[in-house]
């Protein structure tokens, strides 16, 4: 079945610097994709979204690419800060109109002061 | 704070018992979506409702279903539950039915003794 893949389980960056996250996706029907942050003990939170019909997408400090060629979507964190430390995840709308996220494994981002 | 309220945040029972999440969705917001996180399959998608209508199914266990109110609340049961069904829960919410964030509450942690 289709699914969402993250290469790098972990990631390690030192603060102020510039992080990136990247995820395949399988299904080339999808239309529109979500990252999120996960804390430990909550739920996840909405970082940024993207639709097909769009390469690039920016918001503050965080950038997303979509690459439909390859299937691959990446997210770009500006000077990591501590506080972005987190599971980050990347999900793909795999239902058309019935909307049905399909979500990645996630990395694990740790930025060290 | 998603706006998205989820309850009990913690549910301690056995093997074979029955169970009901709730949850609330942000106002405004017409549509609700189930997930189960657990470590081995990740976050998975179970069901959403739209203003009260199943719109799309996923993963869902014939033991398991989900309602949602004419208030917009929703509730998921879990019954004859196993071993397996230790996870946790999480509830989502969007304006409508699709291409739009969809907001998490911070999940309710169901453990099956």
């Known amino acids: 079945g289709e699914s969402v893949g993250l290469h790098l389980p972990t990631l390690s960056v030192q603060e102020g610097d510039n992080s990136i996250i990247n995820c395949a996706y399988s299904?080339?029907?999808?239309?529109?994709f979500i990252w999120y942050k996960q804390e430990s003990g909550k739920g996840p939170q909405f970082i940024i979204d993207i639709r097909s019909n769009m390469d690039k997408r920016q918001g503050q400090r965080v950038t997303v690419l979509l690459n439909k060629t390859v299937k691959h979507l990446s997210l770009q964190i500006a000077a990591t800060q501590p506080g972005d430390s987190a599971v980050y995840f990347c999900a793909e709308n795999s239902g058309g109109s019935n909307y049905k996220l399909t979500f990645g494994k996630g990395t694990l981002l740790t930025v060290n002061p | 704070d998603s706006g998205v309220t989820q309850t009990p945040k913690h549910l301690i029972t056995a093997t074979g018992q029955r169970v009901t999440l709730r949850c609330s969705p942000r106002?405004?917001?017409?549509?609700v979506y189930w997930y189960q996180q657990s470590l081995d399959q990740g976050l998975q998608f179970l069901i959403h409702y739209y203003n009260g209508e199943e719109r799309a199914k996923g993963n869902i266990l014939e033991r398991f279903s989900a309602q949602q109110f004419p208030d917009l609340h929703s509730e998921l049961n879990l019954s004859s539950l196993e071993l397996g069904d230790s996870a946790l829960y999480f509830c989502a919410s969007s304006v409508e039915g699709g291409g739009q964030p969809q907001h998490f509450g911070d999940g309710t942690r169901l453990s099956i003794l």
């Open positions: 106002s405004g917001d017409l549509s």
């Open positions: 299904n080339s029907a999808s239309d529109y």
